[in-house]
Protein backbone atom coordinates (compact mmCIF):
# COMPACT_ATOMS: atom_id res chain seq x y z
CA UNK A 1 0.00 0.00 0.00
CA UNK A 2 2.42 2.34 1.13
CA UNK A 3 4.11 2.10 -2.81
CA UNK A 4 0.11 3.11 -4.03
CA UNK A 5 0.68 6.29 -1.62
CA UNK A 6 4.10 7.10 -3.28
CA UNK A 7 2.79 7.34 -6.68
CA UNK A 8 -0.37 8.86 -5.92
CA UNK A 9 0.96 11.67 -3.93
CA UNK A 10 4.20 12.35 -6.52
CA UNK A 11 1.32 12.78 -9.09
CA UNK A 12 -0.84 14.72 -6.69
CA UNK A 13 2.07 17.21 -6.41
CA UNK A 14 3.13 17.02 -10.07
CA UNK A 15 -0.65 18.77 -10.70
CA UNK A 16 -0.03 21.18 -8.56
CA UNK A 17 3.17 22.23 -10.14
CA UNK A 18 1.69 22.05 -13.51
CA UNK A 19 -1.76 24.11 -12.36
CA UNK A 20 0.96 27.04 -11.02
CA UNK A 21 2.36 27.02 -14.79
CA UNK A 22 5.48 28.71 -14.42
CA UNK A 23 8.25 27.62 -16.17
CA UNK A 24 10.08 26.53 -13.20
CA UNK A 25 7.44 24.62 -12.22
CA UNK A 26 6.64 22.70 -15.25
CA UNK A 27 10.34 21.35 -15.03
CA UNK A 28 9.51 20.28 -11.87
CA UNK A 29 6.61 18.68 -12.93
CA UNK A 30 8.44 17.07 -15.73
CA UNK A 31 11.21 15.27 -13.51
CA UNK A 32 8.60 14.40 -10.82
CA UNK A 33 6.62 12.38 -13.79
CA UNK A 34 9.24 11.33 -16.08
CA UNK A 35 10.63 9.69 -12.16
CA UNK A 36 6.85 8.18 -11.43
CA UNK A 37 6.66 6.82 -14.80
CA UNK A 38 10.06 4.91 -14.14
CA UNK A 39 8.92 3.95 -10.72
CA UNK A 40 6.23 2.04 -12.17
CA UNK A 41 7.90 0.56 -14.76
CA UNK A 42 10.58 -0.68 -12.63
CA UNK A 43 8.17 -2.21 -9.93
CA UNK A 44 6.77 -3.94 -12.96
CA UNK A 45 9.81 -5.07 -14.68
CA UNK A 46 11.45 -6.31 -11.00
CA UNK A 47 7.95 -8.66 -11.13
CA UNK A 48 8.28 -10.04 -14.32
CA UNK A 49 12.73 -10.69 -13.74
CA UNK A 50 10.83 -12.49 -10.30
CA UNK A 51 8.45 -14.74 -12.07
CA UNK A 52 10.93 -15.66 -15.17
CA UNK A 53 13.46 -16.68 -12.36
CA UNK A 54 11.04 -19.26 -11.44
CA UNK A 55 10.27 -19.56 -14.79
CA UNK A 56 13.76 -21.30 -15.56
CA UNK A 57 14.07 -23.24 -12.51
CA UNK A 58 11.64 -25.17 -14.11
CA UNK A 59 11.99 -24.92 -17.81
CA UNK A 60 8.85 -27.11 -19.59
CA UNK A 61 7.59 -26.51 -22.99
CA UNK A 62 3.46 -25.96 -22.45
CA UNK A 63 1.40 -26.68 -25.21
CA UNK A 64 -0.88 -23.77 -24.83
CA UNK A 65 0.41 -20.75 -26.97
CA UNK A 66 -0.41 -17.97 -24.72
CA UNK A 67 1.00 -19.70 -22.36
CA UNK A 68 4.17 -20.78 -23.39
CA UNK A 69 4.40 -16.63 -24.79
CA UNK A 70 4.54 -15.96 -21.03
CA UNK A 71 6.70 -18.00 -19.92
CA UNK A 72 9.27 -17.04 -22.81
CA UNK A 73 8.64 -13.00 -22.15
CA UNK A 74 9.70 -13.67 -18.28
CA UNK A 75 12.57 -15.34 -19.00
CA UNK A 76 13.88 -12.98 -21.53
CA UNK A 77 13.18 -10.48 -18.42
CA UNK A 78 15.41 -12.67 -16.04
CA UNK A 79 17.81 -12.66 -19.37
CA UNK A 80 17.73 -9.08 -19.57
CA UNK A 81 17.71 -7.80 -16.12
CA UNK A 82 20.62 -5.61 -16.34
CA UNK A 83 19.28 -3.50 -19.17
CA UNK A 84 15.99 -3.72 -17.80
CA UNK A 85 17.29 -2.29 -14.21
CA UNK A 86 19.58 0.32 -15.70
CA UNK A 87 17.73 1.73 -18.97
CA UNK A 88 14.50 4.03 -19.05
CA UNK A 89 14.08 2.95 -22.46
CA UNK A 90 14.82 -0.66 -22.25
CA UNK A 91 11.75 -0.37 -19.24
CA UNK A 92 9.35 1.02 -21.44
CA UNK A 93 10.01 -0.68 -24.64
CA UNK A 94 10.22 -4.07 -23.24
CA UNK A 95 6.96 -4.21 -20.89
CA UNK A 96 5.17 -2.74 -25.01
CA UNK A 97 6.75 -4.96 -27.18
CA UNK A 98 7.50 -8.34 -25.18
CA UNK A 99 5.83 -8.47 -21.91
CA UNK A 100 2.85 -6.61 -23.66
CA UNK A 101 1.79 -5.13 -20.02
CA UNK A 102 1.83 -2.00 -21.74
CA UNK A 103 0.15 -0.89 -25.13
CA UNK A 104 2.91 0.40 -27.72
CA UNK A 105 1.48 4.37 -27.72
CA UNK A 106 2.47 5.26 -24.32
CA UNK A 107 5.49 2.99 -24.25
CA UNK A 108 7.04 5.29 -27.18
CA UNK A 109 5.50 8.56 -26.09
CA UNK A 110 7.06 7.99 -22.31
CA UNK A 111 10.38 7.11 -24.60
CA UNK A 112 10.13 10.00 -26.36
CA UNK A 113 9.40 12.70 -23.50
CA UNK A 114 12.16 10.93 -21.92
CA UNK A 115 14.37 13.12 -24.05
CA UNK A 116 12.81 16.34 -22.61
CA UNK A 117 14.02 15.35 -19.35
CA UNK A 118 16.90 14.77 -19.81
CA UNK A 119 17.92 17.78 -21.62
CA UNK A 120 16.45 19.81 -18.32
CA UNK A 121 18.00 17.73 -15.76
CA UNK A 122 21.21 16.97 -17.06
CA UNK A 123 21.47 19.79 -19.30
CA UNK A 124 19.60 22.57 -17.75
CA UNK A 125 17.63 22.86 -20.79
CA UNK A 126 14.32 23.63 -21.02
CA UNK A 127 11.60 23.91 -24.42
CA UNK A 128 9.70 26.40 -23.29
CA UNK A 129 7.17 26.38 -26.17
CA UNK A 130 6.06 22.89 -25.90
CA UNK A 131 6.74 22.17 -22.07
CA UNK A 132 3.57 22.50 -21.09
CA UNK A 133 1.75 20.58 -23.45
CA UNK A 134 4.63 17.78 -22.94
CA UNK A 135 4.16 17.56 -19.67
CA UNK A 136 0.01 17.21 -19.58
CA UNK A 137 -0.09 14.23 -21.99
CA UNK A 138 3.28 12.68 -19.41
CA UNK A 139 1.03 13.44 -16.73
CA UNK A 140 -2.06 11.95 -18.19
CA UNK A 141 0.10 8.54 -19.04
CA UNK A 142 1.39 8.14 -16.05
CA UNK A 143 -2.10 8.64 -13.94
CA UNK A 144 -2.98 5.91 -16.44
CA UNK A 145 0.01 3.40 -15.41
CA UNK A 146 -0.98 3.43 -11.74
CA UNK A 147 -3.82 1.62 -13.11
CA UNK A 148 -2.39 -0.63 -16.04
CA UNK A 149 1.14 -1.18 -14.12
CA UNK A 150 -0.70 -2.53 -10.86
CA UNK A 151 1.19 -4.86 -8.52
CA UNK A 152 -0.35 -8.52 -8.39
CA UNK A 153 -0.06 -8.13 -4.10
CA UNK A 154 0.28 -5.49 -1.46
CA UNK A 155 0.10 -5.34 1.78
CA UNK A 156 -0.07 -3.28 5.44
CA UNK A 157 2.27 -2.95 8.25
CA UNK A 158 1.38 -2.45 11.60
CA UNK A 159 2.98 0.59 11.48
CA UNK A 160 1.35 2.09 8.39
CA UNK A 161 -0.81 4.73 8.99
CA UNK A 162 -2.36 5.68 5.80
CA UNK A 163 -5.90 7.27 7.22
CA UNK A 164 -5.60 10.77 5.90
CA UNK A 165 -4.39 9.32 2.76
CA UNK A 166 -7.61 7.20 2.70
CA UNK A 167 -9.79 10.10 3.66
CA UNK A 168 -8.60 12.72 1.07
CA UNK A 169 -8.99 9.94 -1.71
CA UNK A 170 -12.34 8.19 -0.12
CA UNK A 171 -11.03 5.71 -0.03
CA UNK A 172 -11.82 2.58 2.29
CA UNK A 173 -10.13 2.31 5.43
CA UNK A 174 -7.56 -0.58 6.13
CA UNK A 175 -7.94 -4.41 4.17
CA UNK A 176 -10.79 -3.35 1.97
CA UNK A 177 -8.79 -1.45 -0.53
CA UNK A 178 -9.71 -3.36 -3.65
CA UNK A 179 -7.21 -2.12 -6.40
CA UNK A 180 -9.22 -3.47 -9.68
CA UNK A 181 -12.00 -0.96 -7.54
CA UNK A 182 -9.83 1.62 -6.35
CA UNK A 183 -6.66 2.83 -8.70
CA UNK A 184 -9.37 4.06 -11.50
CA UNK A 185 -11.12 5.76 -8.72
CA UNK A 186 -7.59 7.04 -8.04
CA UNK A 187 -6.73 8.05 -11.48
CA UNK A 188 -9.95 9.80 -12.08
CA UNK A 189 -9.61 11.98 -8.90
CA UNK A 190 -5.84 13.12 -10.26
CA UNK A 191 -7.17 14.00 -13.68
CA UNK A 192 -10.22 15.86 -12.52
CA UNK A 193 -9.49 19.70 -12.83
CA UNK A 194 -6.33 19.18 -15.33
CA UNK A 195 -8.11 18.30 -18.41
CA UNK A 196 -5.88 17.58 -21.66
CA UNK A 197 -7.51 19.35 -24.97
CA UNK A 198 -6.57 17.38 -28.10
CA UNK A 199 -6.91 20.54 -30.40
CA UNK A 200 -5.22 22.78 -28.77
CA UNK A 201 -2.31 20.43 -28.59
CA UNK A 202 -2.56 19.80 -32.22
CA UNK A 203 -2.41 22.81 -32.68
CA UNK A 204 0.14 24.01 -30.53
CA UNK A 205 2.91 21.56 -31.18
CA UNK A 206 1.82 22.05 -35.51
CA UNK A 207 2.48 25.88 -34.90
CA UNK A 208 6.03 25.00 -33.11
CA UNK A 209 7.05 22.72 -35.84
CA UNK A 210 5.61 24.90 -38.72
CA UNK A 211 7.22 27.81 -36.89
CA UNK A 212 11.16 26.17 -36.72
CA UNK A 213 10.97 24.73 -40.39
CA UNK A 214 10.02 28.45 -41.42
CA UNK A 215 12.72 29.56 -39.53
CA UNK A 216 15.38 27.71 -41.09
CA UNK A 217 14.77 28.67 -44.62
CA UNK A 218 14.23 32.28 -43.29
CA UNK A 219 18.28 31.81 -41.84
CA UNK A 220 19.22 30.00 -45.05
CA UNK A 221 18.10 33.09 -47.01
CA UNK A 222 19.53 35.10 -44.59
CA UNK A 223 22.87 33.24 -44.88
CA UNK A 224 22.86 33.92 -48.45
CA UNK A 225 22.08 37.79 -48.63
CA UNK A 226 24.92 38.26 -46.09
CA UNK A 227 27.59 36.22 -47.67
CA UNK A 228 30.99 37.38 -48.13
CA UNK A 229 31.87 35.74 -51.50
CA UNK A 230 28.39 36.82 -52.66
CA UNK A 231 24.30 35.19 -53.46
CA UNK A 232 24.77 31.46 -53.82
CA UNK A 233 21.88 30.08 -56.43
CA UNK A 234 19.68 28.64 -54.80
CA UNK A 235 18.63 27.88 -50.98
CA UNK A 236 20.39 24.24 -51.85
CA UNK A 237 23.11 25.17 -52.66
CA UNK A 238 23.37 27.22 -49.49
CA UNK A 239 22.67 23.99 -47.39
CA UNK A 240 25.16 21.93 -49.29
CA UNK A 241 28.02 25.05 -48.51
CA UNK A 242 26.70 24.66 -44.79
CA UNK A 243 27.34 20.92 -44.67
CA UNK A 244 30.59 20.81 -46.08
CA UNK A 245 31.86 23.19 -43.39
CA UNK A 246 33.68 21.45 -40.69
CA UNK A 247 33.35 24.59 -38.43
CA UNK A 248 29.76 24.69 -37.80
CA UNK A 249 29.66 20.86 -36.68
CA UNK A 250 27.40 20.88 -33.43
CA UNK A 251 28.21 18.97 -30.74
CA UNK A 252 25.99 15.94 -30.75
CA UNK A 253 25.83 15.21 -27.24
CA UNK A 254 23.57 18.47 -26.83
CA UNK A 255 21.41 16.75 -28.97
CA UNK A 256 21.08 13.69 -27.37
CA UNK A 257 21.63 11.59 -30.19
CA UNK A 258 25.06 10.17 -31.67
CA UNK A 259 27.43 10.53 -33.78
CA UNK A 260 26.52 8.37 -36.57
CA UNK A 261 22.76 9.59 -35.79
CA UNK A 262 23.68 13.41 -36.03
CA UNK A 263 26.44 12.96 -39.17
CA UNK A 264 23.76 10.52 -41.01
CA UNK A 265 20.88 13.36 -40.50
CA UNK A 266 23.06 16.20 -41.58
CA UNK A 267 24.25 14.47 -45.20
CA UNK A 268 20.84 12.92 -46.04
CA UNK A 269 19.10 16.98 -45.63
CA UNK A 270 18.48 18.41 -48.42
CA UNK A 271 16.28 21.21 -49.30
CA UNK A 272 13.27 18.90 -50.02
CA UNK A 273 13.46 17.22 -46.41
CA UNK A 274 12.01 20.60 -45.45
CA UNK A 275 8.65 20.32 -47.74
CA UNK A 276 8.63 16.22 -46.47
CA UNK A 277 9.02 17.87 -42.80
CA UNK A 278 6.02 20.58 -43.35
CA UNK A 279 4.11 17.58 -45.02
CA UNK A 280 4.68 15.23 -41.88
CA UNK A 281 3.35 18.34 -39.43
CA UNK A 282 0.37 19.04 -41.45
CA UNK A 283 -0.85 14.82 -41.19
CA UNK A 284 -0.48 15.92 -37.58
CA UNK A 285 -3.91 17.18 -38.11
CA UNK A 286 -5.49 13.92 -39.11
CA UNK A 287 -4.50 12.35 -35.33
CA UNK A 288 -7.12 11.83 -32.98
CA UNK A 289 -4.81 10.28 -30.22
CA UNK A 290 -2.96 12.00 -27.87
CA UNK A 291 -0.08 10.08 -27.51
CA UNK A 292 0.09 9.16 -30.72
CA UNK A 293 0.11 12.70 -32.11
CA UNK A 294 3.00 13.38 -29.56
CA UNK A 295 4.80 10.42 -30.76
CA UNK A 296 4.43 11.59 -34.05
CA UNK A 297 5.73 15.35 -33.27
CA UNK A 298 8.79 14.18 -31.41
CA UNK A 299 9.65 12.36 -34.61
CA UNK A 300 9.53 15.31 -36.67
CA UNK A 301 11.62 17.23 -33.85
CA UNK A 302 14.32 14.87 -33.54
CA UNK A 303 14.62 14.77 -37.37
CA UNK A 304 14.89 18.46 -37.92
CA UNK A 305 17.43 19.58 -34.87
CA UNK A 306 20.83 18.42 -36.56
CA UNK A 307 20.31 20.49 -39.42
CA UNK A 308 18.47 23.53 -37.21
CA UNK A 309 21.51 23.00 -34.71
CA UNK A 310 24.25 23.19 -37.67
CA UNK A 311 21.89 26.53 -39.47
CA UNK A 312 21.64 28.05 -36.12
CA UNK A 313 25.68 27.96 -35.48
CA UNK A 314 26.24 29.67 -39.48
CA UNK A 315 23.98 32.52 -38.35
CA UNK A 316 25.45 33.16 -35.24
CA UNK A 317 28.62 32.69 -36.78
CA UNK A 318 27.74 35.49 -38.98
CA UNK A 319 26.44 37.80 -37.33
CA UNK A 320 29.57 37.79 -34.91
CA UNK A 321 31.44 38.33 -38.12
CA UNK A 322 29.15 41.27 -39.53
CA UNK A 323 29.39 43.19 -36.03
CA UNK A 324 32.90 42.47 -35.65
CA UNK A 325 33.30 44.33 -39.44
CA UNK A 326 30.78 47.16 -38.05
CA UNK A 327 33.15 47.88 -34.80
CA UNK A 328 36.36 47.52 -37.49
CA UNK A 329 34.01 50.15 -39.86
CA UNK A 330 33.35 52.81 -36.87
CA UNK A 331 37.12 52.50 -35.55
CA UNK A 332 38.64 53.53 -38.71
CA UNK A 333 35.60 56.31 -38.94
CA UNK A 334 36.83 57.81 -35.39
CA UNK A 335 40.19 57.59 -36.04
CA UNK A 336 39.65 59.03 -39.14
CA UNK A 337 37.83 62.33 -37.14
CA UNK A 338 40.97 62.62 -34.78
CA UNK A 339 43.27 63.18 -37.92
Known amino acids: MYRIVHSVEQLAESKTLILRGTLPSLRMALLLLDNAAEVLMHRATEQLIAEGRSVLRTPYVSDDPE ?81 TLKQSSWGFSGQDDFTSFQREYDLPSGMSFSPDDHLPQLREILKSGLPLNLDQLREGLRDHLNSRIEDMLEMIDYIDSNNPAGHLASRE ?28 SITDTTIESF ?4 EGVASLTHLTDKLTLLTHFAKIETDIEPIESLIQDAVA ?19 GRQK
Not at 275 to 278: A, C, E, L, T
Open 237 to 264: EVLELLKSGTKYQQDYEELGISKQRYEK
Open 67 to 147: HERWRISRATAFERRRDLRKYFNAKASFLSEVAGVLSKSPADALIAIHRYRNEAYHRDHVRRETIHPVVMVLFDIVCDLLV
Open 275 to 278: QKWK
Open 317 to 335: ELDELMNLQVDEMRMEELM
